[in-house]
């Protein structure tokens, strides 16, 4: 048992003693209340002291029984609190309050539940680009190593309706089970779909037919990293190039070249705009490879006069600095004086 919830037990049973021996001089002795009180505290306390009145032979034995247990249970009380000093629990308690607090402020953030392998790379993702997350880890066995990443977790069963709860699924964006069991992500995602209808979830699946499982169960999507990493390997030698452009693209330590995603919103100026009316190529410097569509379509290599709509994701590659010039841009609505003297230069030129 938790040395916690032992001390809180032994306080208990303490404050139960005081009141039964309170009571009880009271009914033997005839005392009144403050005289029994003290009486039993200078009793549990074995301070010495001598009697408040003379005990009858009914006072004596209880007062005997009294000192037995009341010794017992302070000796006991005395243990815990041994046991959590010297094992840092009070610093872990108030360690995990305030960990709580941060869990419980947390809204459109993603739950990550597993922290093997592939769990760690997803946070560590995640922390480079500022995304808001906690962790969800039945086994968690190195709880410094996480708490010197600055990453916020709990201790607990995802499958379990309380645990996703505690972790805030009710205001989150999204769910990643990357949990090594397909068994207890199917089982994870049946719970996180029943408590969150609207919520993204992403589910690994490892053995072969997990996947349609896995969807059943209401996973958005499902990722296999056997699948994924074969392919990977096998296009590394087929198509080498096309890899290393792929891994420059993508990958955050590159600086040179970066390939992102942008959401078109709905107040955003260049909603019924084209490719080629908005500039974003000839002004800015980026390539649009791809339009995801509200609907779900996927348009490659779209034409320049494609339109925008409002909810389109565009799919850009260019440097960091122009993709963060073109976030800006697209997030502004018409009456802004950056897009008024944007679509001047455009019209002038």
């Not at 001390?7 to 005392?31: D, H, N, P, Q, R």
């Not at 392998?117 to 996480?146: Q, T």
């Not at 499982?213 to 999507?221: H, Q």
Request: aromatic share 6%.
């Amino acid at each position: 048992m938790d040395p916690v919830r032992h001390l809180k037990i032994s306080f208990f049973v303490l404050l139960m003693l005081i009141t039964a021996g309170t009571a009880g001089y009271m009914t033997i002795e005839g005392w009144r209340l403050l005289d029994a009180a003290y009486m039993t505290v200078i009793t549990l306390g074995t301070v010495g002291f001598k009697e408040v009145l003379d005990l009858s032979d009914g006072g004596k034995l209880f007062t005997m029984g009294l000192i037995v247990v009341g010794v017992s249970v302070l000796g006991y009380i005395v243990g815990s609190l041994a046991q959590i000093m010297f094992e840092g629990q009070i610093q872990r308690i108030m360690g995990r309050k305030k960990v709580e607090k941060k869990i419980d402020s947390l809204k459109g953030h993603y739950i990550i539940c597993g922290f093997g392998r592939i769990g760690s790379l997803i946070c560590r993702e995640f922390k480079a680009n500022g995304l808001a997350f906690v962790i969800v880890e039945k086994n968690i066995e190195a709880p410094d190593k996480l708490d010197e990443e600055g990453y916020l977790y709990m201790k607990g069963d995802a499958t379990l309706d309380e645990t996703l709860l505690k972790a805030g699924i009710k205001r989150a964006k999204g769910l990643i089970s990357v949990v090594t069991s397909d068994t207890e992500n199917v089982y994870i995602t049946l719970t996180a779909r029943g408590l969150n209808p609207d919520l993204y979830i992403m589910s690994r699946s490892g053995e072969e037919g997990s996947d349609i499982k896995l969807m059943r169960a209401g996973a958005n999507k499902v990722v296999s990293p056997y699948t994924i990493g074969g392919n990977r390997m096998a296009q590394s030698i087929l198509r080498p190039n096309v890899v290393d452009f792929i891994e420059i693209a993508t990958g955050r330590e590159h600086l040179e070249l970066q390939m992102e995603e942008i959401a078109i919103p709905d107040h955003s100026a260049f909603v019924g705009e084209t490719l080629v009316t908005s500039g974003f190529r000839k002004e800015i410097g980026v390539i649009i490879v791809g339009i995801k569509k509200a609907h779900g379509k996927m348009v490659f290599n779209p034409h320049s006069q494609t339109k925008i709509e409002d909810h389109d994701t565009l799919i850009v590659l260019g440097d960091p600095d122009a993709i963060h010039k073109l976030k800006d841009l697209v997030a502004r609505t018409a009456s802004d004086e950056i897009i008024k003297q944007h679509r001047r230069d455009l019209h002038e030129k």
